[in-house]
């Protein structure tokens, strides 16, 4: 079986019988992996910066949330654009006064301050809009953009992007 490359790209080889012929992958193309190179290359030459990924600290999360287990939540800045990943579970004692408080580097303001950043559904299936909050900096999810109501126990996974200044 092939391996990843140094650019992460897996190298198929012909002992894989599901595969197609390495032979016939990526023809009359460059490589895959020699685009990747020269896309990270571009980045880190460009004025773009990129923070690298960043797992949020318990002390960062709102009341009663925690970090899901595997899914601990994580931002990443490149350039002035925010990403946000991972998942929070609601504990027995939560409530859902705020998710997690973005950290100093990752924040916007001024036009931005005030904006619906994503869209999730819980594991017990209530949809919500995530509400970045540009004054206390906070991820939250409005009672009135809830559909339904979260119990002990339950997660909510965390996909959002945004614009920092």
Do not use: C
């Amino acid at each position: 079986m092939g391996a990843l490359d140094a650019q992460g790209v897996y190298q198929y080889d012909d002992t894989e019988q599901a595969s197609p012929l390495d032979d016939y992958m990526n023809l009359g193309q460059a490589s895959i992996s020699a685009q990747l190179a020269a896309i990270r290359a571009q980045i880190a030459g460009s004025s773009l910066s990129d923070s690298g990924w960043r797992v949020l600290a318990a002390g960062e999360l709102g009341t009663g949330w925690t970090a899901t287990a595997g899914h601990a939540p994580r931002l990443r800045r490149i350039g002035n654009r925010v990403d946000l990943f991972g998942a929070v579970t609601l504990g027995a004692t939560g409530g859902i006064l705020f998710l997690l408080t973005v950290p100093e580097g990752f924040r916007t303001v001024g036009a931005y301050g005030q904006t619906f950043v994503g869209s999730v559904v819980t594991s017990g299936g209530v949809a919500m809009q995530l509400y970045l909050d540009g004054s206390s900096h906070r991820l939250q999810v409005p009672g009135t953009y809830r559909a339904g109501t979260m119990t002990s126990g339950q997660i909510l996974p965390l996909q959002a992007s945004w614009w920092a200044n």
